[in-house]
């Protein structure tokens, strides 16, 4: 079965401060995507990445970036120099390859940006 | 383009009424999910369709609940009759062929009474 542990229920850190977000997932299987998605206080939920596990290099997206190690089955999201508008609630997710569509989401990490 | 578009935005109905939720998938896209999102589940899979086909309905809480996709532009969640424990945001999502990434509506925000 899948997992995924954000460990972090929330976290606040002040403006201008870097913060990385946790996420650790279990599958048996060999192939298979992890996600973040980002829910600001509007409710939409707003894609941000999506990792295959056969690629372990690591992205940045201007102040985003993610580390995907598989030694470690973790997918950790950090951003640079944080701004008011990361506030949100941010959630990975994993899904398998072949034959299961569905997303299992972790439980989510409330970020605050404090001004 | 037109991303996932869910109707209503915000319902709130009495219990026992029967409540219906619409979703229109990005065009092209071949998987339909229904997803739910409550405090204490934190956000499940409900239901989803390959090329309007049912494929793993095992999310659904109970016969109260019935998914449909009468065609592939147009799905609908139906809660009937609608109870006070299925108040939550209800989010449909689409995405193209497998391991794709899933694209999710703007939710319908449910509140039974």
């Known amino acids: 079965a899948q997992k995924v542990t954000q460990a972090q229920t929330e976290i606040s850190v002040v403006e201008k401060e870097d913060v990385t977000l946790d996420c650790v997932y279990e599958t048996r299987d060999t192939t298979y995507y992890l996600f973040w998605y980002k829910q600001p206080p509007s409710g939409e939920l707003v894609f941000l990445i999506r990792?295959?596990?056969?690629?372990?290099q690591n992205e940045i997206s201007g102040r985003y970036s993610w580390n995907f190690q598989k030694s470690t089955s973790s997918f950790n999201f950090t951003i640079t120099a944080s701004q008011v508008v990361d506030s949100a609630v941010y959630f990975c997710?994993?899904?398998?390859?072949?034959?299961?569509?569905?997303?299992?989401f972790g439980t989510g990490t409330r970020l605050t940006i404090i001004p | 383009d037109a991303g996932v578009i869910q109707s209503p935005r915000h319902e709130v109905t009495e219990m026992g009424q029967e409540v219906t939720l619409r979703c229109k998938p990005i065009?092209?896209?071949?998987?339909l999910f229904w997803y739910r999102q409550t405090m204490m589940r934190g956000l499940e899979l409900l239901i989803y369709f390959n090329n309007n086909v049912p494929i793993d309905d095992s999310g659904m809480p109970e016969d109260r609940f019935s998914a449909k996709m009468p065609n592939a532009s147009f799905s609908t969640l139906k809660i009937q009759p609608s109870e006070p424990r299925d108040s939550a945001v209800y989010f449909c999502a689409s995405s193209f062929r497998q391991g794709n990434t899933i694209y999710f509506g703007e939710g319908s925000w449910l509140t039974v009474v």
């Open positions: 065009s092209g896209h071949d998987y």
């Open positions: 990792r295959n596990s056969f690629d372990e």
């Open positions: 997710a994993l899904s398998e390859a072949w034959g299961n569509e569905k997303l299992t």
